[in-house]
């Protein structure tokens, strides 16, 4: 990613290149990683899954990429997706509305993020 910063006098600063990671490989890091963290960033953690997955540009990408991934990536995610927004959806409801900008969320949002991503993280074919 480019980044440009512009100064109010008017003076652009040279671009800077950065790195970013993918959506779908934030997606299963943070997967992965919500029942290890302190509760505060479990719940920013989980937001971020659902935002992430539903957002209109981000979403098809992270969806789209999760759906390639390889056979033990896709069954970790998979295993986690299941947990936290279908078998634990209430729980994750919770912890989500615990912050401020998680207060729009409903139990419809986070079970329909979870199959969403259970439907791309299911697909039979995969890559190594």
């Keep these: 990613?480019?980044?440009?910063?512009?100064?109010?006098?008017?003076?652009?600063d040279p671009d800077v290149v950065v790195r970013v990671a993918q959506p779908g490989a934030l997606v299963a890091m943070k997967l992965q990683s919500v029942m290890n963290r302190p509760v505060a960033k479990e719940r920013t953690d989980l937001l971020d899954i659902v935002q992430l997955t539903l957002d209109r540009r981000a979403g098809p990408t992270a969806r789209?990429?999760?759906?390639?991934?390889g056979d033990q990536l896709a069954a970790d995610a998979r295993l986690h997706a299941r947990r936290w927004f279908i078998e634990r959806r209430e729980q994750t409801l919770r912890l989500i509305q615990g912050l401020p900008e998680g207060a729009d969320v409903d139990l419809d949002t986070v079970q329909l993020a979870g199959e969403l991503l259970l439907a791309e993280l299911n697909r039979p074919t995969r890559r190594p």
Excluded: D, N, P, Y
Aim: hydrophobic fraction near 40%; aromatic fraction near 0%; glycine fraction near 12%.
């Design 1 to 12: 990613m480019r980044i440009r910063v512009k100064r109010t006098a008017g003076i652009t």
């Design 64 to 69: 789209g990429q999760l759906s390639e991934a």
